[in-house]
């Protein structure tokens, strides 16, 4: 069910708390997207964690790519919704906070996991050290779980992605 079909009569669509809040304090706005613009967002997904996954690229450039494949599919799921992070600082957060905040049983753990991600691509990018094999596989690990969860909650949303989306 997506949320347009969930509007009652002159009113906007019947939100999770959550998610209202969020609309209500501007870190998520309503936004129309299509079923191709959501298909669209989620092959950028898939793509980018095909490409976290080439043999030979450096660690780095594996988490960073793992990390924004899980980013991505978030944003396709709010998209799904017609919901977008606004801009600004933290913006990446709420793509993933927005999209546990919908209940999909298999996202509860998507904020911390993400954060954890995030917390590796940081380090990755600033600290000459952290980053070796395990990080490495950690980033690929959460990627590969955290797709499938996502396209298994817009495949809920609506049974017509489940033809849609590449599986991963």
């Known amino acids: 069910m997506s949320?347009?079909?969930?509007?009652?009569?002159?009113?906007?669509?019947?939100?999770?708390?959550?998610?209202?809040?969020?609309?209500?304090?501007?870190?998520?706005r309503e936004q129309t997207f299509s079923?191709?613009?959501?298909?669209?967002?989620?092959?950028?997904?898939t793509e980018t964690a095909r490409d976290a996954s080439l043999p030979g690229l450096s660690i780095d450039s594996a988490i960073r790519l793992a990390y924004d494949a899980?980013?991505?599919?978030?944003?396709?799921?709010?998209?799904?919704?017609?919901?977008?992070?606004g801009g600004g600082q933290g913006h990446h957060e709420l793509a993933f906070y927005g999209?546990?905040?919908?209940?999909?049983?298999?996202l509860a753990d998507l904020v911390p996991d993400s954060e954890e991600i995030r917390r590796i691509r940081?380090?990755?990018?600033?600290?000459?050290?952290?980053?070796?094999?395990?990080?490495?596989?950690?980033?690929?690990?959460?990627?590969?779980?955290?797709?499938?969860?996502?396209?298994?909650?817009?495949?809920r949303l609506d049974s017509r992605f489940d033809v849609q989306l590449e599986k991963v």
């Open 3 to 28: 949320a347009r079909s969930r509007k009652g009569a002159g009113s906007g669509p019947a939100w999770p708390q959550k998610i209202q809040l969020l609309i209500d304090d501007k870190r998520l």
């Open 35 to 45: 079923k191709a613009e959501v298909a669209a967002l989620w092959r950028k997904a």
């Open 70 to 85: 899980g980013h991505v599919a978030a944003l396709a799921l709010l998209a799904a919704h017609g919901l977008r992070p």
């Open 99 to 106: 999209a546990a905040a919908f209940g999909d049983p298999g």
């Open 122 to 155: 940081h380090g990755s990018m600033y600290d000459p050290v952290i980053a070796g094999p395990d990080e490495r596989a950690d980033a690929l690990a959460w990627v590969a779980h955290t797709l499938p969860a996502i396209r298994a909650a817009l495949v």
